[in-house]
């Protein structure tokens, strides 16, 4: 949505869109907020997800869900959530799950629990059959390095399988996986992913304002980030255009 015109500003995918997508972290907003998200960041949100396992425990949880499927945009239970099913063997009460509050999207992780890898690609593939699986590559654990190799092997195997974008693992704080402890980008891991996965298919986690910048400039606008904070809709369209200090001479 524009309100008027200004030269030099990018030409965004439109919704729905496979590039270009804004991932949002939903940590337990309620229902009211859910609203306010809707009418204030609407046209810049593609998809939401419920972080953690934070479904279990949000109060109206199938009212909010009505929010935002009312106004058009897909959510999903976080990675976690699945894991917390799949580390008590019990998968299929996952799957019965989705099928209780009808949820068109799901995500299989492995961030917080050691799952080989054929057994991860077997989730996807029997969620894929029904719904729109969405992956995750990387620990959550800081210290845990991933050789770059087995990022884009894993990767690659998990969009086989049939997932429908593969996230790269930076938690919510983003210093973990494809970001150093200080927050800054891992470059070299970041050039070998794009250097053999499709760009179009992964989401960056990219909570912090920095990392925001960093991919826009070296991806352009239409990049595909993940697990911005509900407040930061507006700010990190704006950042995409080139309307901020950050991107500013961007597109000039």
């Given at each position: 949505m524009i309100n008027f015109e200004l030269s030099n500003?990018?030409?965004?995918?439109?919704?729905?869109?496979?590039?270009?997508?804004?991932?949002?972290?939903d940590k337990g907003l309620s229902v009211r907020q859910a609203e306010d998200l809707i009418e204030s960041g609407l046209a810049y949100i593609d998809i939401i997800k419920l972080g953690f396992g934070s479904a279990l425990i949000t109060p109206n949880l199938q009212q909010k869900l009505d929010v935002y499927r009312n106004a058009g945009v897909p959510v999903y239970f976080g990675g976690t959530m699945a894991e917390s099913f799949i580390v008590r063997k019990k998968f299929d009460d996952y799957i019965r799950l989705l099928e209780k509050y009808k949820m068109?999207?799901?995500?299989?992780s492995d961030g917080s629990i050691t799952i080989p890898h054929d057994e991860k690609c077997e989730y996807i593939r029997r969620l894929a059959k029904q719904i729109t699986v969405i992956?995750?590559?990387g620990s959550k654990e800081e210290g845990i390095i991933i050789h770059p190799s087995v990022w884009t092997s894993m990767m690659l195997k998990e969009l086989e399988a049939g997932v429908w974008k593969v996230i790269a693992e930076a938690r919510e704080s983003g210093t973990v996986g494809i970001y150093r402890p200080n927050g800054k980008a891992?470059?070299?891991?970041?050039n070998i992913i794009t250097n053999k996965v499709?760009?179009?298919k992964i989401i960056w986690e990219a909570p912090q304002k920095s990392q925001q910048a960093y991919f826009i400039k070296h991806?352009?606008?239409?990049?595909?980030?993940?697990?911005?904070?509900?407040n930061e809709i507006i700010a990190l369209e704006s950042l995409r255009l080139g309307l901020r200090s950050d991107t500013f001479f961007q597109y000039l």
């Open positions: 500003v990018p030409q965004r995918a439109v919704k729905p869109r496979q590039t270009g997508i804004t991932m949002v972290m068109t999207h799901a995500e299989i992956s995750e590559v891992h470059v070299m891991l970041i499709p760009a179009e991806m352009g606008a239409d990049v595909n980030l993940g697990n911005i904070a509900p």
